[in-house]
């Protein structure tokens, strides 16, 4: 995988909204952190203040947006704004040729999955992370921080307690993943990716139980589980449940689906839809060491 190039202070990044539309007042407090305490510089995307039903703005105003990010050299790194839906309505309109030749960074993640697991294929890292929206999310300081150590080139070396369900075990892979459901929408897409011997990192948000297990069931009957390196388990956050219950926690539900495996597993990594969403390199070749006492996720062996 090719690792776009560590920002420096004095750097351009271009800010865009590639799915629902951005109340406009709510990412200024963002804008100023990446501009007077990362010291970068920005450009804003139209979508920024574009709106178009529950979109930011037409379809063709936020592919162009994208678009001319990715080919402007002097980018070094486009930052999302926020998630919804919209993303994968434009990835088959993007050439991302000079991208390829020049890659950068590109961040978000919730429906921006779409666009990480797109950029894997491509064979260049990405970054999944908190989104302008969410820079100033009360309980996220260490969120955002993770975010700008990843993008000027301080690596992943993070440490959580050990959960009740976790499957000891030592991996190393790329990492890979993002959001449930868009992980499962993508499968037979250009932008489906290969999990095989790969870290494996999941998380979803106001989603039913039952369709928890249905998603569940569809990655492993497309034999995107079977051949994992290593699972890693995230937030699952306001799920809702029917009159008829289903009988299983989301953490219960993965734990049926990887059941006849043998990788690691670790559940409860602060990554998905809550304020503690440490940035995670897509990508990035990284050890997975689920122990006793805790669970690692690092660059290098413990």
Request: one cysteine or more; hydrophobic letters at 45%; glycine letters at 8%.
């Given at each position: 995988m090719i690792q776009p190039k560590a920002l420096q202070k004095g750097d351009t990044v271009g800010l865009v909204a590639l799915a629902c539309k951005?109340?406009?007042?709510?990412?200024?407090?963002?804008?100023?952190?990446?501009?007077?305490?990362?010291?970068?510089?920005?450009?804003?995307?139209?979508?920024?203040?574009?709106?178009?039903?529950?979109?930011?703005?037409?379809?063709?105003?936020?592919?162009?947006?994208?678009?001319?990010?990715?080919?402007?050299?002097?980018?070094?790194?486009?930052?999302?704004?926020r998630g919804g839906y919209g993303s994968s309505r434009l990835l088959d309109t993007i050439d991302f040729t000079n991208f390829i030749q020049n890659p950068k960074w590109i961040t978000g993640f919730s429906d921006i999955t779409a666009v990480l697991c797109h950029i894997h294929t491509l064979g260049i890292e990405s970054i999944h992370s908190t989104m302008l929206k969410l820079f100033m999310q009360d309980g996220g300081e260490f969120a955002l921080e993770t975010l700008r150590k990843v993008l000027f080139g301080e690596g992943v070396n993070y440490n959580i307690p050990a959960h009740s369900l976790n499957r000891k075990g030592i991996a190393k892979g790329q990492l890979v993943g993002g959001n449930l459901a868009i992980l499962t929408h993508i499968i037979g897409s250009n932008s489906d990716v290969?999990?095989?011997?790969?870290?494996?990192?999941?998380?979803?948000?106001?989603?039913?139980?039952?369709?928890?297990?249905?998603?569940?069931?569809?990655?492993?009957?497309?034999?995107?589980?079977?051949?994992?390196?290593?699972?890693?388990?995230?937030?699952?956050?306001?799920?809702?449940?029917?009159?008829?219950?289903?009988?299983?926690?989301?953490?219960?539900?993965?734990?049926?689906?990887?059941?006849?495996?043998?990788?690691?597993?670790?559940?409860?990594?602060?990554?998905?839809?809550?304020?503690?969403?440490?940035?995670l390199p897509c990508g990035r070749e990284v050890s997975l060491s689920v122990e006793e006492n805790g669970v690692w996720l690092s660059e290098g062996l413990k």
């Open positions: 951005v109340d406009f007042d709510l990412i200024k407090p963002a804008i100023e952190v990446i501009e007077n305490i990362w010291g970068l510089n920005v450009v804003l995307g139209t979508s920024l203040t574009s709106k178009y039903h529950q979109f930011a703005g037409t379809d063709e105003i936020r592919a162009n947006d994208f678009q001319l990010m990715l080919d402007n050299p002097n980018i070094k790194a486009i930052i999302s704004a290969d999990t095989d011997g790969k870290i494996l990192f999941l998380e979803d948000v106001g989603e039913y139980l039952y369709s928890i297990d249905r998603m569940m069931i569809q990655l492993k009957r497309a034999g995107k589980l079977q051949s994992l390196a290593g699972l890693i388990v995230g937030h699952f956050s306001d799920l809702e449940d029917n009159e008829v219950q289903f009988g299983k926690n989301a953490n219960e539900i993965i734990q049926d689906a990887v059941a006849a495996y043998n990788f690691p597993v670790c559940y409860g990594f602060p990554v998905g839809h809550e304020p503690e969403n440490w940035a």
